[in-house]
């Protein structure tokens, strides 16, 4: 009886570590496959800006390469910007800023890839020149048919990107202007003012031309309310890229055009609230003025 006892506890013992082996190790498997499986997520997603070291007045792009499904926005200083496809599994966003934003740190957050997925850079300051104006009455403040009709274009946020590569010189004028020239009028500081694009100095008659392929979204005319902006084109580049084109002397296109990069639109002129022949070109991205330059001279793919 002795041994029979002896030989049925030795086998109960080994069945009992064994199981708890297999346990064990079937426990820890379970564990190995989540960590490869969230591993693999994780290494679908990726979050990069560009530049790194953005100033004043820059266009941040931010790419995101996400897993297939994905829907991604992007948040910065409190507001939502969307995200476009651009190749499979591969989205952009471009983000505004303007000289009338703090310089520092930039939390930049997108969501819709799984967890939210965060990066900061630095928004370098920038000076901007000044200008002192003095006024003693008369002019035009604009009329509300302008305005509502200027600030619906600059809001525009269509799905289809129509601009492709570099942005070209929309005249052959002189700058006269910069972006960004901040003004005191009548020696007070204008605290919500800047220079809302690139001015060019030239004769009445003068071409100007589409900086890059898009569809013509608005066309007004002094003779029908723009008093202050004269003669206007706005042409739509698509994903919340817009230029207008200010005080012209005529206007080629109507609107629904699709113009290509290069095509005539119409000629400078100094209709509206000028004190001589320019174009002022704006380009904006999602309803915010932003620096012109480094279009012209670098890829927003």
Avoid at 130 to 150: A, Y
Avoid at 176 to 187: A, H, L
Avoid at 213 to 238: M, P, Q, S, Y
């Amino acid at each position: 009886m002795e041994n029979y006892l002896t030989k049925l506890w030795l086998s109960l013992r080994h069945q009992f570590w064994t199981k708890r082996l297999w346990v064990s190790g079937f426990l820890a498997l379970v564990a190995l496959l989540s960590v490869l499986n969230s591993a693999a997520i994780s290494g679908t997603i990726s979050v990069q800006a560009s530049p790194t070291n953005p100033q004043l007045g820059d266009t941040v792009t931010v790419l995101i390469q996400a897993e297939t499904g994905a829907s991604p926005t992007v948040v910065m200083n409190q507001k939502t910007y969307p995200a476009f496809a651009i190749a499979p599994n591969r989205f952009r966003a471009l983000l505004p800023t303007t000289p009338l934003d703090r310089p520092g740190q930039l939390n930049i957050q997108v969501n819709g890839v799984g967890d939210p997925q965060t990066l900061a850079l630095q928004l370098r300051d920038r000076d901007f020149p000044t200008q002192s104006i003095w006024l003693s009455g008369g002019g035009s403040d604009g009329t509300d048919h302008e305005f509502n009709k200027v600030d619906a274009f600059k809001a525009l946020v269509t799905p289809n990107k129509l601009w492709n590569g570099k942005f070209q010189r929309p005249t052959e004028g002189e700058i006269t202007t910069i972006y960004g020239v901040r003004r005191y009028y009548n020696g007070e500081f204008a605290q919500d003012y800047y220079h809302r694009g690139v001015d060019y100095g030239a004769d009445t008659g003068a071409p100007i031309v589409a900086p890059a392929a898009g569809k013509v979204a608005l066309v007004g005319r002094e003779a029908d309310g723009f008093e202050l902006h004269g003669n206007t084109i706005g042409v739509d580049h698509g994903q919340g890229v817009v230029s207008i084109f200010l005080h012209l002397s005529r206007i080629d296109v109507k609107e629904g055009d699709v113009v290509q990069a290069g095509q005539r639109l119409g000629a400078v002129g100094a209709t509206g609230g000028v004190t001589g022949p320019h174009l002022h070109w704006g380009l904006y991205v999602n309803g915010k003025s932003i620096d012109p330059v480094p279009w012209r001279y670098g890829s927003f793919e």
